[in-house]
């Protein structure tokens, strides 16, 4: 599984640790003192099957609260930070594996603070910041320059070119500072997300996250604070990039999905695949396809297999792409998504059904591979990315909870062949509290409120020892779970 020939030579896994998506079974690598610490042998563990599952790239996001001021004395949160990342890129490499970090580069502090690049100071910070962590990070063998998602900016004369500009300017200090990096520009939705006409009008607007998504501020048109870029305003940022891409260092490479939405669709910014293909012309391209794995806040066993082999197969298709990106915010949990997305890059034609018994057969015992056909039930809750292959019926759901909790209690997980982090045993566990949960919500009169609380103090815990984030959605999510079927 770790070696042999491979469809898409770049196959990385984007762990998103970020200020809002922190849960038990998500990494904490900010808040000391709280909850969901990984040691140095948790990443070996982690990257390990990372590299068993085929992947070669190990992907995290460089949030808002290390890229503020503090960063710039060097001391603190931002230090250990940087020294955990040192040690986890030595480790990826010792693997074989590359790391890879993602910054979008106006956005501030853990109030996700939105600095402009035309103004002095704002552009002053930025540059200050990038290098900093430029330097702080300088094994790093990918940096990928994301406009925004938070971030982005329309004050004092803000557009898509200003991102363009902007990413230019940054890739030269990226070179410096870490000769051996190469750079990825970040298209993500309409393109160019949060730059210029993509961002809401907000009148008076002073830079803050709070204002910009200030629901007062919404309208038909622009309903969300992005992704009011239209098809002819993607147009408009691609022919830019298109442009001045070939001042970009010679191997960047440029993320860009089959469509400019953020399921990858032709809605919204529309259809990209023939954007795709004229970056292509220029430099390699790759996608950053955020939800087709998982979504984000509610956290539960996913199942997506059918989507994420039929997006692999669609890329193939459509233009030269050398790879894309499997996201997670459970790293510790969505260990079959995991695998299978590993999977679907070596092979896009392998049959979802067939790679899901093949992993639950490797775990829980060839007797219980049929627990991979039983996984599909959970995919029963709505969300970002949430594209079922079937529907159910509540009946059977109960059914095949059933089934799915009395055969993880018998199986027997002391002969698992590959090498899971966390252990098959807790892994075990975790699906089993699921499939209970999932039971008793699909079942006759459940005790929603008592499984809120529960799924708190299983999932969310962390947040009764930090600060909500900028974006509290956490906040909904205990409630969300508790909902499901209802
Ligand atoms: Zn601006």
């Given at each position: 599984?770790?070696?042999?020939?491979?469809?898409?030579?770049?196959?990385?896994?984007?762990?998103?640790?970020?200020?809002?998506?922190?849960?038990?079974?998500?990494?904490?690598?900010?808040?000391?003192?709280?909850?969901?610490?990984?040691?140095?042998?948790?990443?070996?563990?982690?990257?390990?099957?990372?590299?068993?599952?085929?992947?070669?790239c190990?992907?995290?996001?460089?949030?808002?609260?290390?890229?503020?001021?503090?960063?710039?004395?060097?001391?603190?949160?931002?230090?250990?930070?940087?020294?955990?990342?040192?040690?986890?890129?030595?480790?990826?490499?010792?693997?074989?594996?590359?790391?890879?970090?993602?910054?979008?580069?106006?956005?501030?502090?853990?109030?996700?603070?939105?600095?402009?690049?035309?103004?002095?100071?704002?552009?002053?910070?930025?540059?200050?910041?990038?290098?900093?962590?430029?330097?702080?990070?300088s094994g790093?063998?990918?940096?990928?320059?994301?406009?925004?998602?938070?971030?982005?900016?329309?004050?004092?004369?803000?557009?898509?070119?200003?991102?363009?500009?902007?990413?230019?300017?940054?890739?030269?200090?990226?070179?410096?500072?870490?000769?051996?990096?190469?750079?990825?520009?970040?298209?993500?939705?309409?393109?160019?997300?949060?730059?210029?006409?993509?961002?809401?009008?907000t009148?008076?607007?002073?830079?803050?996250?709070?204002?910009?998504?200030?629901?007062?501020?919404?309208?038909?048109?622009?309903?969300?604070?992005?992704w009011?870029?239209?098809?002819?305003?993607?147009?408009?940022?691609?022919?830019?990039?298109?442009?001045?891409?070939?001042?970009?260092?010679?191997?960047?490479?440029?993320?860009i999905?089959?469509?400019?939405?953020?399921?990858?669709?032709?809605?919204?910014?529309?259809?990209?695949?023939?954007?795709?293909?004229?970056?292509?012309?220029?430099?390699p391209?790759?996608?950053?396809?955020?939800?087709?794995?998982?979504?984000?806040?509610?956290?539960?066993?996913?199942?997506?297999?059918?989507?994420?082999?039929?997006?692999?197969?669609?890329?193939?298709a459509?233009?030269?792409?050398?790879?894309?990106?499997?996201?997670?915010?459970?790293?510790?949990?969505?260990?079959?998504?995991?695998?299978?997305?590993?999977?679907?890059?070596?092979?896009?034609?392998?049959?979802?059904?067939?790679?899901?018994?093949?992993?639950?057969?490797?775990?829980?015992?060839?007797?219980?591979?049929?627990?991979?056909?039983?996984?599909?039930?959970?995919?029963?809750?709505?969300?970002?990315?949430?594209?079922?292959?079937?529907?159910?019926?509540?009946?059977?759901?109960?059914?095949?909870?059933?089934?799915?909790?009395?055969?993880?209690?018998?199986?027997?997980?002391?002969?698992?062949?590959?090498?899971?982090?966390?252990?098959?045993?807790?892994?075990?566990?975790?699906?089993?509290?699921?499939?209970?949960?999932?039971?008793?919500?699909?079942?006759?009169?459940?005790?929603?409120?008592?499984?809120?609380?529960?799924?708190?103090a299983?999932?969310?815990?962390?947040?009764?020892?930090?600060?909500?984030?900028?974006?509290?959605r956490?906040e909904?999510?205990?409630?969300?779970?508790?909902?499901?079927?209802?």
């Amino acid at each position: 599984m770790g070696s042999g020939s491979h469809y898409f030579s770049h196959r990385s896994c984007y762990v998103n640790f970020g200020e809002h998506l922190q849960n038990h079974w998500n990494v904490n690598l900010f808040y000391p003192g709280a909850p969901n610490r990984w040691t140095l042998e948790d990443w070996r563990r982690f990257l390990a099957m990372l590299e068993a599952f085929g992947f070669n790239c190990f992907e995290y996001w460089l949030t808002p609260t290390l890229y503020d001021r503090p960063a710039l004395d060097g001391g603190g949160t931002c230090a250990e930070f940087a020294a955990t990342l040192r040690a986890v890129t030595d480790a990826a490499h010792a693997l074989g594996l590359q790391t890879k970090l993602l910054c979008a580069p106006n956005t501030i502090g853990p109030e996700w603070f939105f600095a402009c690049p035309n103004e002095a100071e704002g552009m002053d910070l930025i540059a200050r910041l990038w290098r900093r962590w430029m330097r702080a990070l300088s094994g790093t063998d990918i940096v990928g320059i994301f406009p925004g998602d938070p971030g982005g900016c329309n004050r004092n004369g803000c557009t898509h070119e200003t991102f363009v500009d902007l990413a230019l300017r940054l890739a030269e200090v990226t070179k410096r500072e870490n000769p051996a990096a190469r750079v990825e520009i970040g298209t993500w939705g309409t393109p160019f997300s949060g730059w210029g006409a993509d961002l809401r009008e907000t009148p008076g607007w002073d830079g803050s996250w709070a204002q910009v998504i200030d629901p007062k501020h919404a309208t038909p048109e622009a309903p969300a604070h992005i992704w009011n870029g239209k098809p002819a305003r993607a147009q408009a940022a691609m022919e830019y990039l298109l442009k001045r891409l070939p001042e970009f260092p010679d191997d960047s490479l440029v993320s860009i999905n089959l469509g400019f939405s953020p399921d990858g669709d032709a809605t919204m910014g529309g259809d990209a695949r023939g954007w795709a293909r004229e970056v292509a012309r220029i430099r390699p391209i790759t996608t950053w396809d955020y939800s087709l794995d998982e979504g984000e806040l509610v956290n539960y066993p996913h199942w997506r297999l059918p989507r994420m082999s039929a997006h692999r197969r669609e890329e193939r298709a459509a233009a030269p792409y050398i790879g894309g990106m499997s996201y997670t915010m459970t790293p510790k949990l969505n260990l079959l998504t995991l695998y299978a997305a590993g999977r679907f890059f070596a092979d896009p034609d392998a049959d979802p059904d067939l790679v899901s018994r093949e992993f639950c057969a490797q775990v829980f015992g060839e007797e219980h591979a049929a627990i991979g056909e039983l996984f599909e039930a959970f995919e029963v809750v709505p969300g970002w990315g949430h594209y079922p292959r079937r529907q159910w019926s509540k009946e059977m759901l109960v059914a095949k909870y059933r089934e799915l909790g009395e055969r993880l209690e018998a199986a027997d997980t002391s002969r698992c062949s590959l090498p899971l982090f966390p252990d098959p045993e807790t892994y075990r566990q975790d699906l089993l509290w699921f499939a209970r949960r999932f039971h008793e919500m699909a079942g006759a009169n459940p005790d929603r409120e008592r499984i809120r609380r529960e799924y708190w103090a299983k999932s969310l815990a962390i947040y009764d020892a930090i600060p909500m984030s900028a974006d509290p959605r956490a906040e909904a999510a205990a409630r969300q779970f508790s909902q499901i079927l209802v």
